[in-house]
């Protein structure tokens, strides 16, 4: 049973430029959370999507960043016009459920902003 | 906000020791999760714990869920080389829907 599935593991940008990140969620599982993890810091909530919906999405900042959950396909967030301070870890998680919660998560994508 | 205070912050051990390290919460939670996380790779999730009071194992792991569901502790016994990561807690309340609080991790180095 393959895992929670993150590409790319590592994207470099530019200051200006758009970054997409791609999550595949475990097979069965219909309930995608993304976290975002700063050096030596704790997984900090971004947002939480089902298929076609956004749940809960108050870690997200309110301009430059969207996520999607499509019927079809990966869940996808984006940062449009990255700035330095958006350098970091990007995890994904996946769950068949929503109640007891127990978050599959995926390796990562690390963004760096040059 | 929820808070969660993760303690210690790091720790150096000898290999064979038994490790302890806990999680407190400044509001309740109803879920307390346990991963670990090594580096250059996502949390991996230990133990999940749903009730007050509930004590569950994993091997040599063990964690406890408060009885104020305000705290979980995590220990490890007899700890050997590749227990070496960080070790993050993660409470969730239902209302959130899904929106785990993490600490902020406990860095663990054994020394064989």
């Known amino acids: 049973n393959a895992g929670v599935m993150q590409n790319p593991r590592h994207l470099v940008r530019r200051r200006g430029q758009e970054a997409r990140l791609r999550c595949s969620p475990m097979?069965?599982?219909?309930?995608v959370y993304w976290y975002r993890q700063l050096p030596e810091e704790g997984l900090k909530f971004m947002v939480y999507l089902q298929k076609e919906n956004i749940i809960d999405e108050s870690g997200m900042p309110k301009e430059r960043f969207s996520a999607e959950f499509p019927k079809e396909g990966p869940s996808i967030l984006r940062i449009q016009q990255v700035v330095r301070g958006d350098s970091a870890a990007y995890f994904c998680a996946s769950s068949p459920r929503r109640d007891p919660y127990e978050q599959y998560f995926g390796p990562g994508t690390r963004l760096t902003v040059t | 906000g929820q808070q969660l205070n993760q303690s210690p912050q790091s720790m150096f051990i000898q290999e064979g020791e038994d490790v302890s390290m806990n999680c407190t919460s400044s509001?309740?939670?109803?879920?307390w999760l346990w991963y670990k996380q090594e580096p250059g790779e996502g949390p991996v999730l230990l133990i999940a714990l749903y009730k007050a009071g509930e004590l569950t194992s994993n091997g040599r792991l063990t964690a406890q869920f408060g009885i104020t569901r305000k705290d979980s502790f995590l220990n490890i016994s007899a700890s050997i080389p590749s227990d070496v990561g960080i070790y993050f807690c993660a409470g969730l309340f239902n209302t959130n829907a899904g929106k785990s609080t993490f600490g902020d991790g406990t860095t663990l180095t054994v020394k064989p």
């Open positions: 509001s309740i939670f109803n879920t």
């Open positions: 097979k069965g599982h219909s309930h």
